[in-house]
């Protein structure tokens, strides 16, 4: 496995509802992930929903993935597929999955539900194993 590079995020004033952040250098084997905003509050249903996806091109398998997610604003966990490991009530999650990968392989970690405050916006994603 390569070491970790942190991954690094630029602000774009026109993008309110996805970024795209490579987790490390992925032709030395790591993630790229990419998260986006596809569902926001409406009459009804007060929370937002975000899919999470992640590429993994390397040269091991792995059993368990840790996906970091941050927001422009704090959030409050309501669920995911994984089990939130830190974060609840700040800009910044922790979540554990327990997915099999393979050496080169595309991972949807479904959707990820959070309460906010108007305007949520992610500006930061990684996933490493």
């Given at each position: 496995?390569?070491?970790?590079?942190?991954?690094?995020?630029?602000?774009?004033?026109?993008?309110?509802?996805?970024?795209?952040?490579?987790?490390?250098?992925?032709?030395?084997?790591?993630?790229?992930?990419?998260?986006?905003?596809?569902?926001?509050?409406?009459?009804?249903?007060?929370?937002?929903?975000?899919?999470?996806?992640?590429?993994?091109?390397?040269?091991?398998?792995?059993e368990a993935q840790i996906l970091t997610i941050s927001?422009?604003?704090?959030?409050?966990?309501?669920?995911?597929?994984?089990?939130?490991?830190?974060?609840?009530?700040?800009?910044?999650?922790?979540?554990?999955?327990?997915?099999?990968?393979?050496?080169?392989?595309?991972?949807?970690?479904?959707?990820?539900?959070?309460?906010?405050?108007?305007?949520?916006?992610?500006?930061?994603?990684?996933?490493?194993?």
């Amino acid at each position: 496995m390569s070491n970790y590079s942190k991954p690094m995020i630029s602000i774009d004033n026109g993008m309110a509802e996805g970024v795209y952040a490579a987790s490390g250098d992925a032709s030395k084997g790591c993630y790229t992930a990419n998260a986006h905003i596809h569902q926001t509050p409406q009459n009804g249903r007060g929370d937002y929903r975000i899919q999470v996806n992640g590429v993994h091109s390397a040269d091991h398998s792995n059993e368990a993935q840790i996906l970091t997610i941050s927001f422009n604003q704090n959030v409050t966990y309501q669920s995911s597929q994984g089990t939130l490991l830190s974060g609840n009530g700040t800009n910044t999650l922790k979540i554990s999955y327990n997915y099999h990968q393979n050496p080169n392989d595309d991972i949807g970690l479904g959707d990820l539900v959070v309460t906010a405050d108007t305007g949520l916006a992610i500006t930061g994603v990684s996933i490493t194993d």
